[in-house]
């Protein structure tokens, strides 16, 4: 029954998880989980850190029963193996979720950098799940011994190639085991002192070791809850009391660490970062490890599982502050994973994780023959298949399959009716809040950064402009910083000469007249030459505006006619330092005052409280380098 | 030999040619403004921007170019690369979005185009293509700088020397005539020099950033991967073998001790027989 419900209730999660996943997949990254470019690696990389890191009693145990040869713990040769595949294939699972390419998660296997310690993790990855494959392989073969000549010699190889595997599987474990902290070896800028040390390789082995042990108590308590499987009590208890002395050396290798880089103050430290530290260390991690010491503790089921429990968890929030609660306070990022990608971890991990767990040790002996049916309590009660007619034998499988399927299909529709509608359709831009202008009709702007500023009446721009609509006209939303527009965007004519000549009117005008070639009436180009503003004649030639006065005063030192800009206005700039500018230069010699037309004789101080006169910035305006210039 | 960008900030106006230029030359998209977006304008669609310094100043922003690059040696599949020209280069047709090197960029400088459902990697490559194929002389933002606060130069050397000129002439301009980029991390190859702190660039809050290149740390653990895995392997055979012939030799013993039990025992039941 428990299991029954148990399935039912992961199947609904995974029904759930999957549409998530379809989601993530059609929608990408940004749609559906809340990573963003401060915080590249979320919720995601903290779990596959601490799944790895649960899946070490994969070779923890295979070296105890293999290599140190003590027999009694042969009963958890299989059940930790198997342990240590499902971790691995989930790791690369999650692997695919997370990568932005996910098709692309071979290019390892060709395109080398044996700088990264992210490649040497895909590489000890792809090489041990090979080892743990093989090495569980044989669980599976012998259930076709019998009827297969294949599997049968393909399980003999296997079972004799046992101990190259094993040590080369140790050996790959050592390494990316280790590489995994390596991976924030690089980072001192985001993750917190406490968390941070250039031996984070060493930390992250030594707790993984003690999390494969914990992890391995722990299955076998949850075996037995589910199935009634007998529990090898003297082997776990002597695993806590490993377990304790691992975790100490864990603890004492990092308090070591701290004092010897000398960032022990940060112990004391008022912030949530220490506080995270403490309540790994002390209630998660040393209490359990002390009273693991106690034989009462190891004696008692219920607080052995516990313990060894808890010890899970303290490395699990090991993992989940190395990959990203550590880097909060240095970072400043707002994260907090959204709940697609938390139904997506649930329904991978213990959502068809565990199913494939269930499947295993339902239908092959994970649990070899030492660890019979516990008699006390038998609650075993797998489904029966009768092979030769293909039929599911009793009532309870039936309605196991149905109520799983039923599960699922619910968990899967409820789960993309309440989708997000970014899931469905795709990032959208988030809405920006529009606030009227601070400080009144008539702002202050600094429109160059030059220290002096002019007043701007934003209410005559907006009238003038068309009020509401005219927010956008100037403010652009979508320009870095919210940038307003530049006054010299619209008032051209401030700085650059402008056009006054209406070409288009004038070309209407003369063909209204009745002239055949527009263009020629004026540009004479003698028929080879673009037509320009050089060919073209003067407003006072002959037909046209003779006689006419030109809004010009008399006697004015603006050329109206400059070679440069025929028949345009001078800017606003121009005029008032063709007026100004070159009187004082005219000046300069009489008065005897060199630097009489430099620009900080007329523009001193402009706003009382601004930054200091011209005059005194004037060096910024020397030559530029020699790289660029015209 | 290799290309180097000098921004002194005293001469930008924040005018923004530097940004347009950018999307110009790389061909980028509309800027859009999505929940992943931050403050500094840099994003999938953006390569540079120009932020505001808590003064209030512009500051141009876009990557540093590192000598020794975080990114490039975190990359596992060496998607992106350190020219020897200097400009750090990303090839998205190798990439498959690990986002490693966004985490050890300890300028934060690469951005994700988190929008797309088959994202890449968004990082200015100070024009290299474009300059390879010989199509341009510089960069498209330098070459757009209408105050020359952004200047490109063929050697590093080149534009410290620029540098150390424009703080000579100008003394007393420059804060603590220091050149952003000279040492911090092992160098890099767009240099700021500046008349406010420029730590804030460093990310939020400001973390200094030591003058030993990021990858040292990491690579010094990777040089040890390879003894490690033979000195585990060979320990563990070792152990293995050592233990297999304890277990032989006390089999062996055990088995002798019992011959010789069954003999004596045998002898007795004879001579009790006889």
């Known amino acids: ?630 | 030999m290799s290309f180097a960008i000098l921004t002194d900030t005293t001469k930008c106006t924040g005018c923004e040619r530097c940004v347009d230029a950018c999307v110009e030359q790389n061909q980028l998209g509309p800027d859009i403004r999505f929940r992943w977006r931050e403050d500094d304008g840099l994003s999938g669609s953006r390569y540079c921007s120009v932020r505001l310094a808590p003064t209030g100043q512009p500051v141009r922003l876009q990557c540093r170019h590192c000598l020794e690059p975080a990114c490039v040696s975190v990359c596992p599949v060496g998607a992106l690369a350190k020219t020897d020209a200097g400009p750090v280069i990303y090839d998205r047709d190798i990439c498959m979005g690990c986002r490693y090197c966004m985490m050890a960029c300890p300028y934060r400088i690469p951005r994700y185009m988190w929008e797309r459902s088959v994202p890449y990697i968004s990082k200015c490559t100070m024009c290299f293509d474009a300059i390879d194929r010989g199509e341009i002389e510089q960069p498209a933002c330098t070459a757009a700088c209408p105050e020359n606060a952004t200047l490109f130069f063929r050697s590093r050397d080149e534009a410290l020397t620029e540098a150390r000129r424009r703080m000579a002439a100008n003394p007393g301009t420059y804060f603590e005539n220091r050149i952003w980029g000279e040492h911090e991390v092992g160098g890099t190859s767009v240099l700021y020099i500046s008349d406010i702190d420029l730590e804030f660039l460093a990310g939020d809050p400001p973390k200094p950033l030591g003058d030993e290149p990021m990858p040292r740390v990491t690579e010094r653990i990777l040089s040890t991967v390879p003894g490690t895995f033979v000195t585990v392997c060979v320990v563990m055979g070792g152990t293995y073998a050592l233990l297999k012939r304890r277990d032989r030799v006390m089999a062996e013993e055990r088995d002798a001790r019992s011959a010789v039990d069954r003999t004596e025992t045998t002898d007795r039941q004879d001579g009790d027989g006889s």
Not at chain 1, 248 to 269: M, S
Not at chain 1, 462 to 489: N, Q
Request: proline share 5%; with cysteine; aromatic share 10%.
């Open chain 1, 1 to 630: 029954m428990k299991v029954r419900v148990t399935k039912t209730i992961l199947w609904a999660v995974v029904g759930a998880a999957l549409v998530a996943l379809i989601a993530r997949f059609t929608t990408g990254l940004g749609a559906t989980t809340n990573l963003d470019d401060l915080t590249p690696w979320g919720l995601w990389i903290g779990l596959k850190l601490a799944g790895v890191a649960f899946a070490a009693g994969g070779f923890t145990i295979a070296a105890v029963v293999y290599i140190f040869r003590l027999e009694p713990y042969h009963a958890l040769a299989r059940r930790s193996v198997l342990l240590g595949f499902l971790g691995y294939t989930f790791f690369v699972v999650s692997l695919i979720v997370d990568l932005g390419i996910p098709w692309n998660i071979w290019r390892p296997v060709v395109f080398w950098n044996l700088h990264s310690p992210l490649f040497e993790v895909a590489w000890c990855v792809m090489l041990y799940l090979t080892v743990l494959a093989l090495e569980f392989a044989p669980v599976v073969l012998e259930k076709y011994r019998d009827r297969s000549k294949l599997c049968d010699l393909a399980y003999r190889f296997l079972k004799r190639a046992v101990i190259p595997l094993v040590i080369f599987g140790i050996g790959l474990s050592v390494l990316h085991q280790s590489s995994l902290g390596t991976l924030f070896a690089i980072m001192p800028h985001r993750l917190h002192p406490l968390f941070y040390t250039p031996i984070i390789n060493i930390q992250f082995f030594v707790s993984c070791v003690a999390m494969g042990l914990a992890a391995v108590i722990v299955e076998s308590y949850i075996a037995k809850s589910l199935y009634g499987r007998k529990v090898n009590d003297p082997q776990l208890r002597q695993l806590g009391l490993v377990l304790s002395w691992v975790v100490w050396l864990f603890i004492v290798i990092r308090l070591v660490d701290l004092i010897v880089r000398g960032d022990a103050a940060y112990l004391i430290e008022r912030s949530w970062t220490c506080a995270l530290f403490w309540l790994e260390m002390v209630p998660l991690l040393l209490v359990p490890s002390l009273l693991l010491q106690l034989e009462r503790v190891r004696r008692s089921r219920a607080l052995l599982g516990v313990m060894a429990f808890t010890v899970v968890t303290g490395f699990v929030v090991n993992r989940m502050s190395v990959a990203g609660l550590a880097s909060i306070a240095a970072t400043g990022t707002d994260y907090v994973p959204s709940g697609l990608e938390l139904l997506m971890s649930l329904g991978l991990v213990p959502g068809i994780a565990v199913l494939i767990w269930m499947f295993l040790v339902e239908h092959y002996e994970v649990w070899q023959p030492e660890s019979e049916l516990d008699d006390r309590d038998d609650r075993f009660d797998p489904p029966v298949w009768d092979r030769p007619s293909g039929v599911w034998l009793g009532d309870s499988a039936l309605a196991g399959f149905k109520s799983s399927s039923l599960a699922f299909v619910f968990g899967a529709a409820l789960s993309f009716a309440l989708l997000p509608g970014d899931a469905l359709f795709g990032a959208s831009a988030s809405p920006a809040p529009v606030s009227m202008p601070r400080g009144g009709d008539v702002l202050l702007i600094d429109g160059d950064r030059a220290g002096s500023r002019v007043s701007f009446d934003h209410k005559r721009h907006e009238d003038k402009l068309g009020h509401e609509e005219s927010c956008r006209l100037c403010h652009h939303m979508a320009v870095p910083l919210d940038k307003d527009t530049p006054c010299w965007c619209c008032h051209r004519d401030m700085w650059s000469p402008t056009e006054i000549f209406d070409h288009d009117r004038h070309v209407a005008v003369i063909e209204r007249q009745g002239g055949s070639e527009p263009c020629d009436a004026c540009h004479h180009t003698g028929g080879s030459e673009p037509r320009d503003r050089r060919n073209a004649a003067g407003c006072s030639s002959e037909g046209c505006h003779v006689g006419e006065s030109v809004l010009v005063v008399e006697g004015s030192r603006i050329e109206l006619d400059d070679p440069k800009h025929p028949r345009a206005a001078v800017g606003y700039m121009d005029a008032m330092h063709g007026l100004c500018i070159d009187c004082h230069k005219e000046k300069e010699a009489e008065l005897g005052k060199p630097r009489h037309h430099e620009c900080a004789t007329c523009h001193v101080e402009i706003v009382s409280g601004a930054r200091a006169p011209l005059e005194a910035r004037r060096p910024r305006s020397e030559t530029g380098g020699t790289g660029s210039q015209e």
